[in-house]
């Protein structure tokens, strides 16, 4: 076994651009960065930035907010959700899906996990049917998006409406069309971690007018919700605005102005996380303990992290035992198999706002799973040594 090491931090993000960082500071220059604090005619960098999200998303409405979890708040709400009632969603993800549901004070029913990190859509199917839930939370978990055809149709079957969430997915594609423009809404998350970096910040979308009427009240757009750059027409906020509470939930116009340019970068970027996602496909192909997902070829993913599956057989210790291992050699994998919550990663049933729920198959799955970030501070070359490091120490399990 080599002696190889990795010496760049995982956590390492590109720096913001300079043209991003120069609308940056004329908003700081003007002191305006309430999203409705504006001058004249001006439109506003939030406002303006949801227009050009609407028109890169491919679909007729968004709303710019604080965070990808408070937008799956607002469109579990938006969509008519009350307290107590049931709302499907993946039993693998990650802890803010649950969370939305939650704090909605609804009951989140989990499905079954295929072990292409998929959801289940037999189990959907029997949840769906069991629980009478008329929301599925679909998260396209670290980036795998399931069969969305047969998936729409079994929502469609028990007369549900989807959410989906595309944390993980901005700028991926199905059969074609966009990730999130298969349900009612999508969320979308713009944390430092996902495909746009604004710290914290996030997107609804949705074709549904009466939907983002309330949505965007909910948001906290008082009577201001004229001033939104892609928002429905003012006949859908009749009731709307009279109806929806106000949870000021609003993106402001700094984080706004540090997000209008990455949006021109985004399919640039895609390519570039595929390329290294790839070579650690290539790096990581046949090798010992190590089954790979399987991309299927009508699913445009964006590589922005990497999964692969240990043996049936592993146990806890010596899954750790690899995680411990690359870690001393500078790769930082994460495990979802783990119990006790670690970090971002958590299992289904360490969510204890959540009644109990048996998911064998899940389990068995999240015990083999092991998860790369995959930064675009990194080059093809690093994630050809992490591929290589990792390779070695399955080869030592």
Not at 256 to 276: C, G, H, K, S, V
């Amino acid at each position: 076994m080599s002696h190889l090491i990795f010496t760049k931090p995982f956590t390492q993000q590109e720096p913001i651009s300079k043209q991003a960082i120069e609308q940056a500071v004329a908003v700081l220059r003007t002191g305006r960065l309430h999203r409705y604090n504006t001058l004249g005619d001006e439109s506003g960098q939030a406002a303006d930035l949801e227009t050009a999200y609407a028109t890169y998303q491919e679909t007729d409405y968004c709303l710019a907010l604080t965070s990808g979890g408070t937008a799956m708040q607002i469109a579990l709400r938006a969509c008519g959700v009350k307290p107590g009632d049931a709302v499907v969603t993946n039993a693998f993800t990650l802890a803010p899906v649950p969370g939305a549901i939650a704090a909605v004070s609804c009951k989140p029913v989990f499905v079954e996990t295929t072990a292409n990190l998929t959801v289940d859509l037999d189990d959907l199917d029997a949840k769906l049917a069991a629980s009478g839930a008329k929301v599925f939370m679909l998260s396209h978990m670290r980036g795998h998006i399931a069969p969305m055809e047969r998936l729409c149709e079994i929502v469609a079957k028990h007369g549900a409406l989807l959410i989906e969430d595309c944390a993980h997915t901005m700028g991926a594609r199905w059969n074609g069309v966009r990730s999130g423009n298969f349900g009612a809404a999508a969320c979308f998350s713009t944390q430092t971690y996902k495909h746009m970096n604004s710290g914290e910040g996030g997107f609804l979308t949705s074709r549904d007018p009466d939907l983002m009427a309330r949505a965007t009240i909910m948001s906290g757009s008082y009577m201001l919700y004229g001033r939104h750059g892609a928002g429905p027409s003012e006949m859908h906020f009749e009731r709307a605005r009279l109806e929806m509470p106000n949870c000021s939930s609003r993106m402001d116009n700094l984080r706004a102005a540090i997000l209008a340019p990455q949006i021109e970068t985004m399919d640039t970027n895609i390519n570039r996380w595929n390329a290294r996602y790839k070579r650690l496909e290539n790096g990581l192909s046949g090798a010992a303990n190590c089954t790979l997902t399987d991309r299927p070829q009508h699913e445009h993913y964006v590589g922005s992290s990497f999964q692969f599956l240990l043996p049936e057989s592993t146990g806890d210790d010596s899954a750790r035992a690899l995680v411990a291992r690359c870690a001393q050699r500078g790769v930082e994998l994460k495990w979802f198999g783990d119990a006790n919550p670690v970090g971002f990663t958590s299992r289904y049933d360490s969510w204890e706002y959540a009644e109990p729920q048996s998911l064998p198959h899940t389990l068995k799955v999240l015990q083999r799973v092991m998860d790369i970030r995959v930064p675009l501070s990194f080059s093809e070359d690093d994630c050809g040594l992490i591929a290589q490091i990792i390779r070695e120490e399955l080869a030592g399990m």
